[in-house]
């Protein structure tokens, strides 16, 4: 089974902070994704990677960068944590980047509290 | 042009019927489609998914059906249970994207009551 891990279940930051979420997977697979999930919202994908020190903009990517200096390692950076950043934090990652028929596979989720 | 529209919202039903959740979208080079399952507190789990060469799938009690001519497809469950109540998340995926990228629905909360 694949497993995707995020660092913290819970994490409590304050306003102007800078925030590191991490994620690691063990399958090596090519690509990892990043979103935020708030109620009523869905997942909105924030941004995404498809190999080592590759990134692409999701729909919401503002106020936000990544960071993937190894495969298995996909980092979300909040560079100035603002309390409407308050969100639970999802991450997820899928097998190839040449494919468009593939899921993903999700973390249990960052609950992140900006104060 | 890229969203995928999800109803209903919420759904509730009574125990041992029947649940359907509609998804629609706007892109035919659309060619695949998940649905998630997210219990309170857990990670989404995919559950089942469809590609676009087959109108339908099932697993014993979930089905899912795709109609590509109207574009849109649909999550059926039949007999249902309370640990169905869960959100639901429909996806999809576009031949010409690749990275893997999936555009979700909103998410339907359903609820089975006993």
């Known amino acids: 089974d694949v497993k995707v891990t995020q660092s913290s279940r819970y994490l409590v930051k304050r306003t102007g902070e800078k925030v590191f979420l991490e994620c690691v997977q063990d399958?090596?697979?090519?690509?990892m994704f990043w979103y935020r999930q708030d109620p009523g919202l869905g997942l909105r994908l924030i941004y995404f990677?498809?190999?080592?020190?590759?990134?692409e903009k999701g729909d919401i990517p503002e106020g936000y960068s990544v960071s993937r200096e190894k495969k298995e390692r996909f980092s979300l950076i909040l560079e100035s944590a603002s309390t409407n950043q308050t969100s639970m934090y999802l991450c997820?990652?899928?097998?190839?980047?040449?494919?468009?028929?593939?899921?993903?596979?999700f973390g249990d989720g960052t609950r992140l509290s900006i104060l | 042009g890229e969203n995928v529209e999800q109803h209903p919202s919420t759904l509730s039903v009574q125990e041992g019927d029947s649940a359907v959740i509609k998804c629609t979208y706007s892109?035919?080079?659309?060619?695949?489609f998940p649905w998630y399952k997210q219990e309170l507190g857990k990670r989404p789990q995919l559950i089942i998914d469809?590609?676009?060469?087959?109108g339908e799938k099932k697993d014993q009690r979930i089905a899912v059906t795709l109609n590509k001519t109207a574009k849109h497809f649909s999550l059926h469950i039949t007999e249902t249970q309370p640990e169905d109540s869960a959100v639901y998340f429909c996806?999809?995926?576009?031949?010409?994207?690749?990275?893997?990228?999936?555009?979700f629905g909103r998410g339907t909360q359903l609820t089975v009551w006993p």
């Open positions: 997820a990652s899928s097998f190839s980047r040449l494919r468009s028929n593939q899921p993903q596979h």
């Open positions: 399958m090596d697979h090519e690509n």
């Open positions: 990677s498809y190999d080592v020190k590759m990134k």
């Open positions: 892109d035919s080079a659309s060619n695949y």
């Open positions: 469809i590609r676009s060469n087959v």
């Open positions: 996806a999809r995926a576009d031949r010409g994207s690749t990275l893997g990228r999936l555009y």
